[in-house]
């Protein structure tokens, strides 16, 4: 049939000659580019959309607000990993090549232990805002990564000492279980809680889910005859509402329940409703603040926001949102090194990541007083500052229930640097000279 | 006219069986390996090795795996991903647990112990047969990727169940530039493809053909079908473990359970049908298909919204590409359902008689 | 014993959620001995079909409601699934009629990776909510013989009645009319059937159309449970167990198919579960279904395979 075979040789020609296609041009001289890992597809789509949307609103709104950071203007890509490891190296690998220097942020924990091997080499940053590695705070054996603003087991501490808060200070003989989600993700916390269930004397269960968590009625059987009297979880995605409604379907008082961060979002809880009510997260930043007007104003007023407006300052949108701040702030800190009004390479725009110090003062001059807390990280501290508060589900918005929190290092830094020397060991990493660190 | 066979006379059994008995079969052959391994290094750039060739030499070998089980044997197995991360893992232990172990040896056991773990989820194929098979074979997935999330010797005790391999050598040569990533992989696939194609030219292969034809006629002239079944498991299942653990050492670096879930077992299937079952051949064109389309899809798609002026945005094209991808398959199976090594060797056949019409 | 009640209640009702699932691959199957592989993403697209439209229905028609939007966005959904189902048998499977079964299930393959990027570009990708009234409270029975009575969730319950329905209808349906005949004579032989007179175009299209409501129910009510998302399409990789246990023909199979794989899953989740660390429901269906395999290859009530030498 000569239909069928022009068909099939056209097919051919152009899956030929499209291979052979050069890449698009990187960014222009005077342009820093960001690479974007979001996922926009998939399980975890509902969570990873706001989060992107407002990590490219801020970099817009540096472009129409600032002119960019100090006269260079920001580039960015997204590619999209759908959570998947090696969809996540292969948009690491086409994305890396576009500039001399990149910071990543990848979203997902797994694609950050597939990354922290192969960024070193590339002289590309890792910044891990609440997630990644916990042992990755530790700059001298983690060169590369930067988990600021709060690991895992940050996390894990601040809830554990609020609810040793409510629990008047004794949690001999109590009952916790984790729900978290079976990857590695999931499974962070867990040496920290281990960790504190010796301290502290409470009975830790945990109860994996397998992924991507949508079928749950076993596990929360099974919290209803354990009878915890906490449960924490540590979901992502569509688990996150599948364990409210269980804890519905199954009558656990949804007010025992504290999510990280990450469980803790409007996607989360918007369907469930009021019958959420009264379940409890973690959240590091607030919402409102001089930034995300601008944010409406600047960017969304002119047409060019990435996600419905209604979006600005909810709970992931502000988690991407600060996070490309992190980014931005690295490069602005780099350039005050190495030249103002350059683009930075990968070792400057690490150095910059490595010495941010941003005050109160600054922050507010950036628009950011009341969104984020001061942090300030070096060498041997890549997370920077590990602050938190709660915040409670009312059945139509999340409210804040607590004070600030800052997790207990005490507990978490001799585990931090424990772990780090075992990966350094495995991984045959020679730990950074104090010189190396005035770099 | 260049395809004749005339004048090449065979004067030994030996000659006569030789796997390309056509000269210029053979000068072809020769030809696309030594562009393969001493061309395509010279020109292509990294991004076109990391992205491209690493990807399509690796699963092109589990492709071949998988070809010998469905395409040969007629077991429809959907547990290969499992058995590529049994590969993987073990080669993983191995290199941790016993300092000093060379890459190649550390490869072949990873397949070594992908086989028993093969041979173990392929008893069920000798009461099970057909579709009911396949979704059996899920069972060795599932569990699988179960026992190593689960299991904290299996991945040397990380708290996170996601483990990581550094620096590669073989023979004292160090693999970490994508060039000699490429020409590993080029050369295991090429030993593995010799290999295979020898077995199913060999008796045992045409004892997996004949169960795959009729099990029960076979079982009647004398063919014991669990040597067979289980043999085709055994030798499918070794190929995919090195190909699991290529993927896992030289392409990815860092893993996890989740990177050999269910849909990397689907994309193999998708292959090896789009590239032919029971053909070698079929496998490398299969792979490469299915390696080369994302990429294309993810490069073209938004080239032609910009022609209509949409601004297509990320999840759009993931989106697009699913249905693309969902439509060419069914394209192909419609106009081929062979695969493409039909298509090829129609080719050929055509090439025989050229520039003569018949 | 109150507990092992309660999870046995649970896992039948759960049981019957999957046997919903299960039922549209054994439809398709009956009837054409294609394995329908994108049962999944059928169920998907029909419920982000019933989600939205029961969104979009109010806000362009201009009422609230709910029970008029529900019924209106079930009759679109429907609508769609028969368009879809015309569809499928005219591009794809009247094209590939007589091919081996492999073939066949790679090309429902492509059909799901269509229905998927297809469905999620027109309705979205977010989490949808699927609102029919059911309520979501649990229910505590025989509260002074059991410490803390036994769980019900009425949910689950009003699934399960659903279910049941359903599948008594689709019986009444293949046994008594005159188009379930033609459905089974065509399962049976589609060459015999064709030269009888039985029109094999439409009663493909009827099949699928079937199929496509069977996975409406199913969406509707698993997207009431969980929400309509992308992940609902990994729902039917728990089916499949449930489909192959039962026999890949018959529907009392997979409802019974159902049952037994519900229990097993979770009483092995809750009892076996903690010795093992946890997460082994889905494989174990899996492993029961093989179970039963070794000792009923075709399945409990699925048809003898019948090799001809």
């Not at chain 1, 050069?22 to 969570?47: D, I």
Request: proline share 4%; glycine share 10%; hydrophobic share 50%.
């Amino acid at each position: 049939m000569k239909l069928k075979s022009f068909l099939l040789a056209a097919a051919a020609g152009t899956t030929l000659l499209s291979t052979l296609l050069p890449l698009p041009a990187s960014a222009q001289a005077k342009e820093q580019f960001f690479p974007v890992l979001p996922y926009r597809t998939g399980a975890y789509a509902p969570n990873g959309v706001p989060w992107a949307n407002g990590y490219v609103d801020y970099l817009k709104l540096i472009n129409a607000r600032d002119g960019g950071v100090n006269g260079v203007k920001i580039a960015f890509e997204e590619c999209d990993t759908g959570y998947s490891t090696d969809r996540g190296v292969e948009c690491y690998e086409r994305l890396k090549g576009k500039a001399s220097g990149e910071i990543f942020q990848p979203l997902s924990t797994g694609i950050t232990f597939a990354l922290t091997t192969k960024a070193p080499a590339d002289k590309n940053v890792l910044i891990t805002s609440g997630y990644g590695l916990s042992e990755s705070s530790d700059g001298t054996v983690f060169k590369w990564n930067f988990p600021m603003l709060g690991t895992y087991w940050s996390g894990a501490d601040i809830i554990m000492q609020h609810i040793t808060k409510k629990e008047g200070g004794n949690l001999k003989g109590k009952k916790i279980a984790l729900v978290y989600h079976d990857s590695p993700y999931g499974k962070e916390p867990i040496p920290l809680l281990q960790e504190r269930a010796k301290l502290q004397g409470y009975e830790l269960t945990l109860l994996p889910v397998a992924a991507p968590g949508v079928e749950q009625k076993a596990t929360w059987l099974q919290i209803r005859q354990l009878r915890p009297d906490y449960v924490l979880l540590w979901g992502w995605g569509v688990m996150n509402s599948a364990s409210i409604k269980e804890a519905v379907a199954t009558g656990y008082p949804r007010e025992r329940m504290y999510g990280v961060w990450w469980s803790a979002g409007e996607p989360d809880v918007k369907d469930v409703g009021d019958a959420a009510k009264g379940y409890n997260g973690l959240v590091v930043f607030g919402t409102e603040g001089k930034a995300l007007d601008d944010i409406r104003k600047l960017v969304h007023g002119k047409g060019q926001g990435t996600g419905p407006i209604e979006e600005v300052g909810q709970t992931l949108y502000m988690r991407g949102m600060t996070s490309a701040v992190l980014a931005v702030e690295s490069m602005r800190r780099a350039q005050e090194r190495f030249g103002k009004g350059k683009v930075m390479t990968g070792e400057q725009l690490r150095w910059g990541a490595e010495n941010l110090s941003l005050d109160d003062k600054k922050l507010a001059a950036l628009g950011l007083a009341g969104i984020m807390k001061p942090l300030s990280t070096s060498c041997s501290d890549h997370e920077g500052s590990r602050s938190a508060r709660i915040h409670t589900w009312d059945g139509k918005a999340w409210k804040l229930t607590s004070d600030w929190y800052t997790a207990d290092e005490a507990i978490i830094k001799p585990m931090v640097k424990a772990a780090a020397k075992k990966y350094a060991a495995d991984k045959n990493v020679t730990p950074r000279t104090p010189d190396d660190c005035q770099s | 006219m260049l395809y004749r066979e005339n004048g090449q006379f065979k004067t030994s059994y030996r000659a006569d069986q030789q796997i390309f008995p056509i000269l210029q079969d053979r000068i072809a052959i020769l030809a696309i390996v030594a562009v393969a391994v001493v061309g395509v290094p010279l020109f292509a750039s990294d991004y076109l090795f990391r992205a491209i060739l690493i990807p399509f030499a690796i699963l092109a070998i589990a492709a071949l795996g998988l070809n010998i089980l469905v395409g040969y044997c007629g077991q429809i197995s959907l547990g290969t991903g499992a058995f590529m991360a049994v590969g993987a893992y073990a080669a993983y232990n191995f290199t941790v647990r016993i300092p000093g172990m060379p890459l190649l040896a550390a490869l072949l056991l990873g397949g070594v112990c992908a086989t028993a773990v093969g041979v173990a989820f392929g008893i069920p194929s000798l009461r099970i047969r057909g579709l009911y098979l396949a979704v059996a074979t899920l069972a060795a997935q599932f569990f699988v990727e179960w026992a190593f999330l689960r299991i904290k010797w299996l991945t040397n005790d990380s708290t996170s169940g996601s483990v990581a391999v550094g620096s590669l050598s073989v023979l004292g040569v160090p693999i970490d530039s994508p060039v000699a990533k490429y020409v590993l992989c080029m050369a295991i696939l090429i030993v593995f493809a010799l290999l295979a194609k020898n077995l199913v030219r060999s008796h045992i292969g045409r004892e997996w053909m004949a169960i795959r034809d009729m099990d029960v006629a076979a079982a009647v002239i004398g063919i014991r079908p669990v040597y067979a079944k289980l043999t085709a498991f055994a030798v499918s299942s070794f190929i995919v473990g090195v190909a699991g653990a290529l993927w896992a050492f030289v392409h990815l670096g860092s893993w996890e359970p989740a990177a050999f879930g269910i849909e990397r077992s689907f994309q193999l299937l998708f292959m090896i049908i789009i590239g032919g079952l029971g053909s070698i051949m079929g496998s490398f064109f299969g792979a490469a298909f299915i390696t080369i389309l994302p990429i294309v899809l993810n490069r073209t798609l938004p080239a032609f919204g910009d022609v209509f002026g949409l601004h297509v945005d990320t999840a759009l094209v993931s989106h697009f590409e699913s249905m693309i991808f969902g439509v060419l398959i069914v394209f192909f199976l419609i106009v081929e359902p062979h695969g493409l090594a039909r298509l090829w060797s129609t080719a050929k056949e055509k090439l025989r008689l050229w520039p003569f019409p018949h | 014993m109150g507990f092992f009640l309660e999870t046995l209640i649970g896992g039948l009702m759960t049981g019957m959620l999957y046997s919903l699932v299960a039922l549209g691959f054994v439809l398709i199957f009956k009837a054409s001995g294609v394995f329908n592989f994108a049962q999944g993403s059928m169920v998907l697209f029909a419920a982000l079909a019933m989600a939205r439209f029961s969104e979009w229905l109010p806000r362009w028609l201009g009422f609230d409601n709910r029970l008029v939007a529900n019924v209106l966005a079930f009759l679109a959904a429907m609508a769609l699934m028969v368009a879809a189902a015309w569809l499928i048998e005219r591009l794809v499977l009247g094209k590939l009629v007589n091919q081996e079964g492999v073939t066949l299930l790679m090309a429902t393959l492509g059909i799901s990776y269509f229905f998927d990027g297809f469905g999620q570009t027109v309705f979205g990708n977010d989490i949808y909510k699927v609102d029919i009234g059911l309520p979501k409270d649990p229910v505590f029975l025989f509260e002074q013989v059991f410490q803390g009575g036994i769980l019900v969730n009425k949910e689950d319950l009003y699934a399960a009645l659903i279910a049941a329905a359903l599948v008594a209808a689709l019986s009444l349906f293949f046994q008594k009319t005159g188009t379930g005949r033609a459905l089974r004579a065509v399962a049976d032989d589609h060459e015999a059937a064709q030269s009888v007179g039985v029109p094999l175009g439409r009663i493909w299209v009827i099949v699928w159309t079937v199929a496509g409501c069977v996975a409406l129910v199913a969406g509707i009510i698993w997207g009431s449970k969980l929400g309509v998302q992308f992940s609902l399409s990994l729902v039917a990789l728990k089916a499949l167990p449930v489909v192959i246990l039962g026999g890949l023909t018959s529907v009392p199979g997979a409802i019974i198919g159902g049952l037994i794989i519900g229990v097993g899953e979770k009483l092995s989740e809750v009892y076996i579960g903690p010795h093992l660390g946890g997460g082994v429901e889905i494989w174990f269906a899996y492993v029961v279904a093989l179970a039963f395999l070794l000792v009923r290859p075709q399945g409990l009530f699925g048809e003898k395979i019948i090799d001809r030498v």
